[in-house]
C-alpha cells in the first residue's frame, strides 16, 4: 500500500508563493500520472495540475502561469510551486497518484490565501 505525504500549505497574503511536497512512501511502478487537486468549502473537488509519466503536464485554466508542477522521481515526490496566489486559490490540496496497481490520495493540506 503506497502512502502519500503532503506538506508545505499554510496561511499567505494574496501574491505571495506556497510549495507544496507530495512524498510517496515507496517507489510506485507502472505510473501513469501524478497530479493536485483543490476542494473550496461548498464545492468540488478540481483537478489543479497533473504531470504523466513521460513529464508532459497540464494545468485548469484559473492556474495556468502562475503554478508549476514538477516531480523528482529519486525521491518519488511531486510538487506543486504557486506562485502569485489570489484568495480563490484557497482550498485543501491533495495529492493523487494513478498507477497500474491503484489510485492514491495523500490527506490533503490546507492552503489559505489572504485578500
Known amino acids: 500500500q503506497v502512502q502519500l505525504v503532503e506538506s508545505g500549505g499554510g496561511l499567505v497574503q494574496a501574491g505571495g508563493s506556497l510549495r507544496l511536497s507530495c512524498a510517496a512512501s515507496?517507489?510506485?511502478?507502472?505510473?501513469?500520472?501524478m497530479g493536485w487537486y483543490r476542494q473550496a468549502p461548498g464545492k468540488p473537488r478540481e483537478l489543479v495540475a497533473r504531470?504523466?509519466?513521460?513529464?508532459?503536464?497540464m494545468y485548469a485554466d484559473s492556474v495556468k502561469g502562475r503554478f508549476t508542477i514538477s516531480r523528482d522521481n529519486a525521491k518519488n515526490t511531486v510538487y506543486l510551486q504557486m506562485n502569485s496566489l489570489k484568495p480563490e486559490d484557497t482550498g485543501v490540496y491533495s495529492c493523487?497518484?494513478?498507477?497500474?496497481?491503484?489510485?492514491?490520495w495523500g490527506q490533503g493540506t490546507q492552503v489559505t490565501v489572504s485578500s
Open positions: 504531470i504523466r509519466s513521460g513529464g508532459s503536464t
Open positions: 515507496a517507489t510506485i511502478f507502472n505510473l501513469y500520472a
Open positions: 493523487n497518484v494513478d498507477a497500474a496497481l491503484g489510485n492514491y
